[in-house]
Each structure stands twice: as structure tokens, then as C-alpha cells.
T-cell receptor, first 121, second 115 residues
């Protein structure tokens, strides 16, 4: 089935540095990928929609200069947290739309990466 | 307004028993899809089951079934014969046709299966 690979799983960095998170679709092409942020014990919050070959679409309240998204190919989207601060510490998870494995002609489901836990010291 | 409501922050169930996790939704879009995802402590999001707004029958997938009541706008997840490995967060989500591929997630329910 469809697999989305996300790397790194864990990252600890110093305040002021930038961190890049990669999201790859391993066996399918993804023209659109989604980046979510999840605070402890809370639900997923959509940050932005990553579009291959064009600019990402950011949700209201998400700083595009802070969270740089690049979707340079059909299998790779990256999220760069620039000048990270402790309040950026969170769980970041990417996803791509794929067909339900039990209904190939049916609806898209979201297949998620394993997530990246960012801790900014 | 909340588009997805999950009123149970936490649920307990005895191993081998069945449990129902509630989900209600709000949409004016006639075409939409409802999804359930499981998130174990490792953090990964695992797709469980899908129900389309035009589907006549309730979706089933192994031990998971979806009790879809369209008029009441509810899409409850039923897990039969609970196993210890079912302990996790469960999220209900909706995708509306008019909003493209965007999914909206509920706040989640933490399920704990007791031995």
C-alpha cells in the first residue's frame, strides 16, 4: 500500500537554528501534501497545503516565513522551521492523499508519515 | 463552530468487550466523507475506516464498523472484541467535497483497554 516516509523522527535543536523535515511518498506520486502540527493531547491542526511546483497554501495564522514549505518534486515535500524557538516545539506530521486500499476507485484517504517530534532548547 | 465533535475525551473498555466512540459532524455540503484514524503513543496516524455521505450501508473493516446516521449527522466508530493494542487516541475526520482534499479532525478520544 501507499507509504509516506517522514524524516527525522526526532530532532532537538538550539534556539535560533533552522530545522528541515522531509516528507516522501515512497511508491506513489503526490501532487499535494499536507503539513499538520499537533500539540500534546490535542488534535491535528492543518498548517499548510504543499503543492508540487507552486507555492504552498498556508492556513490562517501560520507564518509562511517561519514555516517554509518546498514541494520540488512529485515525491518530496519539505518543511523548514526557520529560526526555531521553544514555542515551535511540537509534533509535525505530513500526509498525502491516496486511494483507500480496499476501494481503489473510491475516496481519497490521507496517508500519514510517522511524524517528527521537534524540541527547541 | 466545530465541524467535528467528539464528546468523549477518554473511554475505558474491558478487553474483549465492544466499545463505541462518538463522532458528530456539521456540514452543509451534500458530498462528504467521514474517516476514523487511530494514533498510538508512537504518534503515527493509522487510517481505520471510511464512510461516504452517499453510501447506503455502514462501513465495516474487520473489527471496526461505522454506525452512520446521516440525519443525526453522526458517525460513531464501533470496535468489537477490544484488544490491548487498541489503546490509543482515535480521531474522527471529515472531508467536504467543496473544500477539496482538506480534512478536518475532531479533538480525539483516548481509548484505554483494560486487561
Amino acid at each position: 500500500g501507499a507509504v509516506v516516509s517522514q524524516h527525522p523522527s526526532w530532532v532537538i535543536c538550539k534556539s535560533g537554528t533552522s530545522v528541515k523535515i522531509e516528507c516522501r511518498s515512497l511508491d506513489f506520486q503526490a501532487t499535494t501534501m499536507f503539513w499538520y502540527r499537533q500539540f500534546p493531547k490535542q488534535s491535528l491542526m492543518l498548517m499548510a497545503t504543499s503543492n508540487e511546483g507552486s507555492k504552498a497554501t498556508y492556513e490562517q495564522g501560520v507564518e509562511k516565513d517561519k514555516f517554509l514549505i518546498n514541494h520540488a518534486s512529485l515525491t518530496l515535500s519539505t518543511l523548514t522551521v526557520t529560526s526555531a524557538h521553544p514555542e515551535d516545539s511540537s509534533f509535525y506530521i505530513c500526509s498525502a492523499g491516496t486511494r483507500d486500499r480496499n476501494n481503489p476507485s473510491g475516496a481519497n484517504v490521507l496517508t500519514f508519515g510517522a511524524g517528527s517530534r521537534l524540541t527547541v532548547l | 463552530a466545530q465541524k467535528i465533535t467528539q464528546t468523549q475525551p477518554g473511554m475505558f473498555v474491558q478487553e474483549k468487550e465492544a466499545v463505541t466512540l462518538d463522532c458528530t459532524y456539521d456540514t452543509s455540503d451534500p458530498s462528504y466523507g467521514l474517516f476514523w484514524y487511530k494514533q498510538p503513543s508512537s504518534g503515527e496516524m493509522i487510517f481505520l475506516i471510511y464512510q461516504g455521505s452517499y453510501d447506503q450501508q455502514n462501513a465495516t473493516e474487520g473489527r471496526y464498523s461505522l454506525n452512520f446516521q446521516k440525519a443525526r449527522k453522526s458517525a460513531n466508530l464501533v470496535i468489537s472484541a477490544s484488544q490491548l493494542g487498541d489503546s490509543a487516541m482515535y480521531f474522527c475526520a471529515m472531508r467536504e467535497e467543496n473544500y477539496g482534499q482538506n480534512f478536518v479532525f475532531g479533538p480525539g478520544t483516548r481509548l484505554s483497554v483494560l486487561p
